[in-house]
């Protein structure tokens, strides 16, 4: 199969994982492996969804975690444009 070269002129994105997972538990936020505030994990979606909108964002949620943790997860994504989640209880 012969593919054409790439454009030299086409503007390179900044690449991703496709994955991204988000821990919600008793006391607040994960994000990659980091405990995080609900305004810090804010501003990482919102970064992260300002280069790819594409990203898959798993939301684990722990059996003593509240539910209104995961409903401001589930706004945050809405609002930077993040569609691609899964939500699940551990």
Not at 69 to 74: A, C, D
């Amino acid at each position: 199969v012969s593919r054409p070269a790439p454009d030299p002129n086409a503007k390179q994105e900044e690449t991703f994982k496709d994955l991204l997972t988000i821990t919600i538990h008793r006391y607040g936020y994960m994000l990659k492996g980091k405990n995080r505030s609900i305004d810090q994990l804010e501003r990482d979606l919102t970064r992260l969804a300002s280069f790819s909108k594409n990203v898959s964002v798993i939301i684990r949620c722990t059996a003593d975690s509240q539910h209104e943790r995961l409903v401001n997860v589930l706004n945050i994504c809405a609002k930077v444009g993040l569609k691609k989640l899964s939500v699940f209880s551990m």
